[in-house]
């Protein structure tokens, strides 16, 4: 680690008629895809349309699964019981799997959604029951977690292979956790930052705080959210950045 | 065939409270399950629940994918293209098949449910795109389609092994299509009946249509509908009756 | 209040081909009626088929609002805004309005169901959405919550009516508080007893708690779970009991 | 008629995270709304949003219930029964009503959408069940259908007060049908030219088909797409052409 990076981005978000994020135009730019798996966003057609997509831009494949709140967008955290959650986690994550084979093509990672990966972060009993979820689909995939959390605590438990996330674009506390988007300055939308921020990041293995203090953050991949105004720019300028620095960017399945 | 036939039944159609169908009583007398997917029926925790029973019992594991229509329970027609049948049915196959593989079974066949399997039996594009969505899965799989349909002859054409279907419990027109449900006689309530019927099919490979001719019906699968209130009697009555008259009774994918 | 009792139960959450409840035995005995309103329970078919049952009965007709979460039946935990939870009220309550008025008869009361019961009666937030949402409908309808709760508080404050809930089928605790589903004794299923515990409530106003305490409880109506496998029968038992304590046994809408 | 025209358009189509439309350009323009109701599109928050701003805009305000598929936006034919579209029909008529008496103001039309819409032009059966839900919501209200079709006959039968539509967008055959989408030249994306051709069908109650012949097409409303990439450059040129032409543009329940 250090020298080798990930970028992933959560794409396949439309549905229906619906239509959700800049998918043909980020994926060149990225690394690794989170594909959503018809809960909190998604539908077949999308899932395949999606990982068409990314096979073609030679992007690695991830499931991301979801609460079953279309309406909330898997936004809203839910109450569900540890198996719920593990079952949950199969099912979708066993569809998205049948569109990537059928591609020709192995899914590489599961990365959990919106407050699903924010339960996940903090509550052990959700962390392991993704990581069971996961581990019935196939014990050799990579979970993707935020670095620090108990989700990669959990997914190392149940002995599967994690990568550890951390954001170019939000700002840090200086206890290393993510500063609250209903705060001000927490999403950072301007390109030659969040690109600045990734380098340090893959090089340094640290950011500087919102305060100002450098604090530690060692992650195998970056994330950038695909529906800022500006994602397109802010990938764009991260990849730049980072092959101008020499840091490999490349899918996590190839250094995991 | 003609002295070994299957005997299924459709399982796993609860819905978070909601419960419907009787799986722990039928299950020991079916040779092959075809569990709903969560489309129009089903859920991931029933799923689960289903297949390890299926397990359990020896019995032959199969998909039921059907319409995105909980509150129709998939029995409604509804218009889809076929690019969108075959992505849902692949959908659905892929989300099952996972739990099939995490409870260490293989999944063996596929059966479309309601509204789709009738769609399936009478036009050819529905039916080459359920093959589609099938093959796109697993080239072996078996597609299970009424008897003398077009969805037998789609997944022909698309290379997949498949069994033939007809049903014990309902009454047939002389040309060998079935007895409108909206008619008197349509179904056959009476299990010795029902049991007396399926050793026919079984040993000549026919049935006594409603007025009374011997019409030819070659199958490979007896259905038996979980849903009638004399369900477990038809059953229990159907697969003694067929072993007294030294019928093989097995799962499909052991003769397919 | 002390001498009149209204007798309500959660009806109407059957959905689709899927059937919930005995509706038809417990409408007889009941005095008002909670109707599912389609997001957590229920359907447009099931809501008018109710309704009119109700009618029949000359039962009093509330709303029964839920989360957006048929999969949980409502009862787990959603994390929505205020102006989600009033807004979602808003909808179930003017779809079942419709169907009310269609009958001939007028909408009396709206009951907040399961899951978003239990956090009107903590939060006071939410209580607030939901009395908000309850009165943009109609400034006269009687809201029913737990006696005693937050929910109350709300629906005072909105200016609404208010109905104070007990349960005749639940344990409670010394403090007032309805004892923990997960723990033994806390649902009472003997017919006799519940309707011991009804008449008491009703006549002296009061409960007497888990480890023998009588505990202060006024309600001015008495709720019975239909979900119960003797339900029918507690029903039946209070009723009887209740009349021939002398105790008027009628309609919120009547007495509030 | 003739010199009096209203015009319509479909708005309140976005769904959670996911924005369909341009309701706030589009709504200054136009004299009617119709308002998805959560069934194809829309849901609680949006419905009021759209509610609100059409109250603010002065426009008429009505219900555009659909079909219960969010995925397919109720563009996709269901089969079924006379007795669920009706009671699907009181269910979003009644809901979407709410908001508007919520909102000080009253509502005015019901429109069917996409699927449904087209099933109820040609199928009077369907076109009764809607005309019966919407008959038991309100007997005042306005049904707004294609002109010439079954539905303004199931309307004017139930009594109820009808609306005919046009379309300024489309083009028409020589019997005064549309043309159907899957043909080139179906659709009218020039502004100048849909505006002519609304004043055409204001002013002499006719169209130029396709092919050249001049159409008889007497109409109450003409409705725009909102969903062509043109749609308020078409709505402005329509409005203005309308009123330098002295046609006055105003809410159909000003004059049906």
């Given at each position: 680690m250090g020298q080798r990076i990930d970028?992933?981005?959560?794409?396949?978000?439309?549905?229906?008629?619906?239509?959700?994020?800049?998918?043909?135009?980020?994926?060149?730019?990225?690394?690794?895809?989170?594909?959503?798996?018809?809960?909190?966003?998604?539908?077949?057609?999308?899932?395949d349309?999606?990982?068409?997509?990314?096979?073609?831009?030679?992007?690695?494949?991830?499931?991301?699964?979801?609460?079953?709140?279309?309406?909330?967008?898997g936004r809203r955290q839910m109450q569900l019981s540890p198996e719920e959650i593990e079952n949950y986690v199969l099912y979708q994550?066993?569809?998205?799997?049948?569109?990537v084979r059928?591609?020709?093509?192995?899914?590489?990672?599961?990365?959990?959604h919106g407050a699903l990966y924010n339960a996940a972060a903090k509550d052990i009993e959700m962390a392991?029951?993704?990581?069971?979820?996961?581990?019935?689909?196939?014990s050799d995939l990579i979970l993707?977690?935020?670095?620090?959390?108990?989700?990669?605590?959990?997914?190392?438990e149940a002995g599967l292979r994690v990568a550890r996330e951390g954001f170019a674009d939000r700002a840090y506390n200086p206890d290393g956790t993510l500063r609250s988007r209903k705060?001000?300055?927490?999403?950072?939308?301007?390109?030659?930052m969040a690109a600045e921020r990734a380098v340090r990041i893959a090089r340094n293995g640290s950011v500087v705080a919102y305060a100002g203090e450098e604090v530690s953050l060692r992650v195998d991949t970056i994330c950038v959210?695909?529906?800022?105004?500006?994602?397109?720019?802010?990938?764009?300028?991260?990849?730049q950045k980072l092959e101008e620095a020499e840091i490999e960017v490349s899918p996590i399945e190839r250094f995991i």
């Open positions: 970028l992933n981005c959560d794409v396949g978000e439309s549905h229906g008629a619906y239509r959700i994020g800049a998918d043909e135009a980020l994926m060149p730019w990225i690394t690794s895809a989170n594909v959503a798996c018809g809960y909190h966003a998604g539908d077949p057609l999308v899932m349309r999606t990982v068409r997509l990314a096979v073609q831009c030679g992007v690695g494949i991830g499931a991301h699964p979801g609460y079953p709140d279309l309406l909330g967008f994550v066993g569809a998205l799997g049948a569109f059928s591609a020709g093509a192995k899914l590489a990672h599961v990365k959990p392991r029951a993704i990581a069971r979820g996961v581990a019935r689909v196939r993707v977690g935020l670095a620090g959390s108990v989700l990669i605590e959990a997914a190392q705060l001000p300055g927490a999403v950072i939308e301007e390109p030659a959210h695909g529906d800022t105004p500006t994602a397109v720019e802010i990938v764009r300028a991260i990849r």
